[in-house]
Nanobody
Framework: VQLQASGGGLVQAGGFLRLSCAVS??????YGWFRQTPGKEREFVVV????????SYADFVKGRFTISRDAAKNTVYLQMNSLKPEDTAVYYC?????????????????WGQGTQVTVSS
């Protein structure tokens, strides 16, 4: 199983980026994005069930970020709009199985390598 995150980069405040997470090897029942800055714990951003029926967003991204998935490509996307400098972080995609769409990183056993997002002011 491999999760390959991509799409990070440098963008000005107010701009946008689209992250991708290509999953190979199998499908899972839930996929999520987390982010981490130096010296801080990895924090939850968003999670989606593979069927797409259930999503959960962290309050600080509601209305700005949108998660989606392409079942045919086994890929999950994170559209990030209206980016702020405080969104600067390494973004990680994660996956696992379970009946509950969880925001707890301990419930995700499969992780991508991370992609850096930097938002300048």
């Amino acid at each position: 199983v491999q999760l390959q995150a991509s799409g990070g980069g440098l963008v000005q405040a107010g701009g946008f980026l689209r992250l991708s997470c290509a999953v190979s090897g199998r499908t899972f029942s839930r996929y999520g994005w987390f982010r981490q800055t130096p010296g801080k714990e990895r924090e939850f951003v968003v999670v989606v069930s593979w069927g797409g029926a259930t999503t959960s967003y962290a309050d600080f991204v509601k209305g700005r970020f949108t998660i989606s998935r392409d079942a045919a490509k086994n890929t999950v996307y994170l559209q990030m709009n209206s980016l702020k400098p405080e969104d600067t972080a390494v973004y990680y995609c994660a996956a696992d199985n379970g009946a509950i769409v969880s925001s707890n990183r301990a419930n995700f056993n499969y992780w991508g390598q991370g992609t850096q997002v930097t938002v300048s002011s």
